[in-house]
């Protein structure tokens, strides 16, 4: 079946950096458009940055110049790079995975927690 396993959060001060992974298996990754999404308590999950099976890339405004989407076919994993963190970029990250002629997303990772303290 298909699993998408995230690692790579944790705690990190204000201005640093964290990278996230995404390990996928049982699909034909080079397919598939990947995204990470963000919750945070209280509020909807959102979009934070996609990447399509082209190689294509999405950001959210609130992580434009901050973050990075990349992946690596060969790994079947996909990653974000995540710079100058605030504080209010704290929320569980989950990665999702969609096949390239779908609108929504198909397969949704556990989460990973993301802390970032001022």
């Known amino acids: 079946q298909v699993q998408l396993v995230e690692s790579g959060g944790g705690l990190a001060q204000a201005g640093g950096s964290l990278r996230l992974s995404c390990a996928a298996s049982?699909?034909?990754?080079?397919?598939?458009?990947l995204g990470w999404f963000r919750q945070a308590p209280g509020k909807e999950r959102e979009l934070v940055a996609s990447?399509?099976?082209?190689?294509?890339?999405y950001y959210a405004d609130s992580v434009k110049g901050r973050f990075t989407i990349s992946r690596d076919n060969a790994k079947n994993t996909v990653y974000l790079q995540m710079n100058s963190l605030k504080p209010e970029d704290t929320a569980v990250y989950y990665c999702?995975?969609?096949?390239?002629?779908?609108?929504?997303?198909?397969?949704w990772g556990q989460g990973t927690q993301v802390t970032v303290s001022s």
């Open positions: 990447i399509s099976w082209t190689s294509s890339t």
């Open positions: 049982g699909l034909s990754f080079s397919s598939y458009s």
């Open positions: 999702a995975g969609r096949r390239k002629s779908r609108l929504q997303y198909d397969y």
